[in-house]
C-alpha cells in the first residue's frame, strides 16, 4: 500500500504527504527534495526514540552521513520554550544551517515543538513531519500550526511553518496504547461531524474495526480524514476564515484540559469539548434531542469520556477559555454545527450557552 495526497500552500507550492507500512521509500523522498549531503537531525521524545529512532536512522543511512538525534522527555508539560531553548543548543552546537533539515519523529508534541524551532531558527530551516500516532497522523502533522504552551496556556507561542513532507508509516499506529489511540479518534471523529455526514456514519458502523485497527479500515480512516483537513486548510491556510472549523470542540476543549491540569489526553478534552458544542448546538436548535444524544454517546464505543466527575467546577473551567487564542476583540469564535457534518463558525455564543454546555457535562444533581 502506497498512496500519495498533495497539499497546496500556494500557486506553486505545497507539500505531498505519503502514506506508507514502513520507512523503506523516506530515503528517496528525502533525496527527491534536495536534502541529500545535508545535516538532519531527528527530534523526537524518550517514548518515541525507544520504539522508531534507530529505524529512521537507518533508514536515512543513504541520504547523509551526518544524522543527528535529539531526544527530549516525553509528555505535554515538556511542550514549552525551555524544551525549544534546548533544541536550538543542540543545533547550534552541531553547526546546522538554513539548508539543512530537522526531522519531527512522535506526536503532536513533537510536530509543533519541531515545526515551532524549525519556524524559528534562523528565521526558518526545513523540517518534515514523521507522525507516530493517530492523533498526529490525521490533524496536527498537516496544515503548518506549530506552538509550544506557556504556563499552561496551550500552544500560547506558536508560528506557521508548513513541512517540507509529512511521511505516515500506519504500521507506526500498532505500538499505540489503547487510551493513546482513543486521543486520536476524538479528533478523527471532530472531522465528520464538521464536514462529512457520510464519514461520521461511516466511523460509527465501523468502530469494531476501526478499535482493532484492521489495516485497510484504518487506512480509509487516515486518507479521510486527511482529505477533510487539506481541504480545508488549502482554501485558508492561515486561519483568516473557513479553518477556524477545525477548532471545533477545542474551545472549551483547551479549558477542560487546562483545567485538569492535563490529566485528560487533548483527544479526550476534545470529545468533552465537541459534546458541549453539540448541546449548545441542540440549544440552539440546530440539531435534534436525537441527534445529540447520539453524538454524545457515540464517543463511548471509542473509548472517550461523555462526563467530567461531579466535583469539577464550571465556572473556572469557563474562566479558562477568556484566554483562549481564538479569540477576537474580546469575543471567541465558537464552532458549532448547523448540522451533523456542517460546522459555522459564530462569534455570539454566550458566556452562559458556554456554562451551560459545561453543566451538562457534569454529572450532579445541582443542575437538574
Request: some cysteine; proline content about 2%; overall charge negative.
Amino acid at each position: 500500500m502506497s498512496e500519495k495526497l498533495y497539499v497546496k500552500t500556494g500557486e506553486e507550492t505545497g507539500y505531498d504527504i505519503l502514506l506508507e507500512q514502513d520507512f523503506a521509500s523516506l530515503a528517496q523522498a528525502l533525496k527527491e527534495l534536495g536534502f541529500e549531503g545535508k545535516r538532519l537531525c531527528i527530534v523526537t521524545d524518550s517514548n518515541v526514540q525507544k520504539l522508531y529512532a534507530e529505524g529512521v536512522k537507518e533508514a536515512l543511512t543513504g541520504v547523509s552521513d551526518q544524522i543527528y538525534l535529539h531526544s527530549f522527555k516525553a509528555g505535554e508539560e515538556n511542550k514549552n520554550l525551555d524544551t525549544v531553548r534546548e533544541v536550538y543548543s543542540f543545533l547550534i552546537e552541531n553547526r546546522f544551517d538554513r539548508k539543512d533539515l530537522l526531522i519531527a519523529l512522535g506526536g503532536g508534541v513533537v510536530g509543533d515543538l519541531t515545526g515551532f524551532v524549525a519556524a524559528t531558527f534562523l528565521r526558518g530551516i526545513a523540517f518534515v513531519q514523521i507522525p507516530t500516532t493517530l492523533l498526529s497522523c490525521t490533524d496536527s502533522s498537516i496544515g503548518g500550526k506549530t506552538g509550544v504552551d506557556f504556563d499552561n496556556y496551550k500552544n500560547m507561542v506558536g508560528a506557521f511553518k508548513m513541512p517540507a513532507l509529512v511521511y505516515i508509516n500506519i504500521s507506526t499506529l500498532k505500538s499505540l496504547t489503547a487510551g493513546q489511540f482513543a486521543c486520536g479518534m476524538g479528533e478523527v471523529i471532530k472531522h465528520g461531524l464538521i464536514k462529512d455526514e457520510a464519514y461520521y456514519e461511516f466511523l460509527v458502523n465501523n468502530f469494531s474495526e476501526i478499535n482493532d485497527r484492521e489495516p485497510d479500515i484504518l487506512e480509509k480512516v487516515i486518507k479521510r480524514s486527511l482529505e477533510i483537513k487539506r481541504d480545508v486548510v488549502e482554501k485558508d491556510p492561515f486561519e483568516q476564515g473557513e479553518r477556524a472549523i477545525l477548532n471545533f470542540g477545542h474551545t472549551l476543549g483547551h479549558a477542560i484540559e487546562k483545567y485538569m491540569d492535563f490529566k485528560l489526553s487533548h483527544g479526550e478534552c476534545v470529545a468533552l469539548g465537541s459534546i458541549a458544542a453539540c448541546y449548545i448546538s441542540y440549544q440552539r436548535g440546530y440539531l435534534s434531542t436525537e441527534e445529540f444524544y447520539e453524538v454524545r454517546d457515540m464517543y463511548m464505543p471509542f473509548n472517550l469520556p461523555i462526563s467530567l466527575d461531579d466535583d469539577a467546577d464550571p465556572e473556572a473551567i469557563l474562566e479558562a477559555t477568556l484566554s483562549d487564542k481564538k479569540m477576537q476583540g474580546g469575543k471567541i469564535r465558537f464552532i458549532l454545527l448547523k448540522k451533523i457534518g456542517k460546522a459555522v463558525i459564530d462569534p455570539t455564543v454566550t458566556k452562559e450557552e458556554m456554562l451551560a454546555g459545561i453543566k451538562q457535562l457534569i454529572i450532579s444533581d445541582e443542575w437538574d
